[in-house]
Each structure stands twice: as structure tokens, then as C-alpha cells.
T-cell receptor, first 115, second 112 residues
């Protein structure tokens, strides 16, 4: 079974703090994604990566950065957390590469509250 | 990506087959049909996808009509743990990754 794990299920941070969200997948997938999910707004893509050290902006990259130093790990960084970044953050991975498969497998999510 | 239409909610008795319909009348020839689900407070879960042939895996079956304008996801023996929101998505295959966009989905309630 594909396993995507996220470092925390729940996180509470203060405005202005730097926040790190970690995601690890164990299936040697090429592609990794960070989404946020808010009621009424559905899934929104923040960043994705199709290879180590490669990253692409999604629809809402402002206020976020990412890092992919190893294939299995994709980190989301909130440089200076703000209350409008309170959300459910979802990491996903997909096989990509030569597999000919692009279905996405999600982690359990991190519910971040910024106060 | 082509637009999809799903009923907002459905009920199913435990142990019976759950048949979830999806209309995608504007689907293009190179677009696939994907199904995901999301159980409350959990991350979405991939179920199955197909292009034009019917597909089956350990979770479900996907039946796509010959004109590809609609499809049905079948959970053969629904359990209480299948209660979730089910999303039908039509999109072009992208090996380098492509964002997912969920519409309203169908809220399936499996009842004892």
C-alpha cells in the first residue's frame, strides 16, 4: 500500500511564526503536491514538485515556499504565519515518470490553526 | 478539464451495491475519468480511473458508457466505512503532475 505521512495531524502556531510541514512518501513516487482545503473552496494547489529540487507554483503560492531535497520528502514552509493560513493542509504524491500513472495518493492532513 | 455532474447525496444499505453516477457530457477524447473519495476529516483517497474500457480493482468497478458521456462507480458490497463524499473528476493524463479539482461530489451514506 502507498503510504503518505505528514508530520502532524494538528498544529497551533502564533501569527508571525515560521511553520514547517513535512510530508514523506514511501513508494518512490516522482511527483509530490501540497494542497490546502477550506470549507466551500475545495482543494487548492499551493506547490508541486515533479523531481528532486524541482518545484512549480500552483494556484495559491503566496506566503508559502517548499523544499524537496530528497525524492521521498516534500516540505511546506510558511515563512511568517498569518491567520488566513488557518486551514487543512494535504500532501499528495503520484507515480509519474515512466510508470504512465498519475493518480494521487494523499496523506491524512494537518489541521493548522494560526492565532 | 471537463465539467462533471453528480447527485448531491445518496443512501445505500450495508451489504448492498452502491452505484454512484456521474455525467460528463463534454468529455474530450483524451480525458480520463477518475474517482476519489473523502471520509470526514481525512485526506482524499484514490479509488479508480479509466479512459473508455470498464475497470475493476479491489475497491470498486468503473463502468463508462460507450459514448463516454457518463460513468458509474460501483462499490459491490458497501460497508459503513464507505460512508464518504465521492468525487468524479475528468482530466487529461499528466505524467509530470497536475492539480486535482474537486466539484461538489456525492455524499454517500451507508446505513445498517
Amino acid at each position: 500500500d502507498v503510504k503518505v505521512t505528514q508530520s502532524s495531524r494538528y498544529l497551533v502556531k502564533r501569527t508571525g511564526e515560521k511553520v514547517f510541514l513535512e510530508c514523506v512518501q514511501d513508494m518512490d513516487h516522482e511527483n509530490m503536491f501540497w494542497y490546502r482545503q477550506d470549507p466551500g473552496l475545495g482543494l487548492r494547489l499551493i506547490y508541486f514538485s515533479y523531481d528532486v529540487k524541482m518545484k512549480e507554483k500552483g494556484d495559491i503560492p503566496e506566503g508559502y515556499s517548499v523544499s524537496r531535497e530528497k525524492k521521498e520528502r516534500f516540505s511546506l514552509i510558511l515563512e511568517s504565519a498569518s491567520t488566513n493560513q488557518t486551514s487543512m493542509y494535504l500532501c499528495a504524491s503520484s507515480p509519474g515518470g515512466r510508470t504512465g500513472r498519475d493518480e494521487q495518493y494523499f496523506g491524512p492532513g494537518t489541521r493548522l490553526t494560526v492565532t | 478539464d471537463a465539467k462533471t455532474t453528480q447527485p448531491p447525496s445518496m443512501d445505500c444499505a450495508e451489504g448492498r451495491a452502491a452505484n454512484l453516477p456521474c455525467n460528463h457530457s463534454t468529455i474530450s477524447g483524451n480525458e480520463y475519468v477518475y474517482w476519489y473519495r473523502q471520509i470526514h476529516s481525512q485526506g482524499p483517497q484514490y479509488i479508480i480511473h479509466g479512459l473508455k474500457n470498464n475497470e475493476t480493482n479491489e475497491m470498486a468497478s468503473l463502468i463508462i458508457t460507450e459514448d463516454r458521456k457518463s460513468s458509474t462507480l460501483i462499490l459491490p458490497h458497501a460497508t459503513l466505512r464507505d460512508t464518504a463524499v465521492y468525487y468524479c473528476i475528468v482530466r487529461v493524463f499528466n505524467n509530470a503532475g497536475n492539480m486535482l479539482t474537486f466539484g461538489g461530489g456525492t455524499r454517500l451514506m451507508v446505513k445498517p
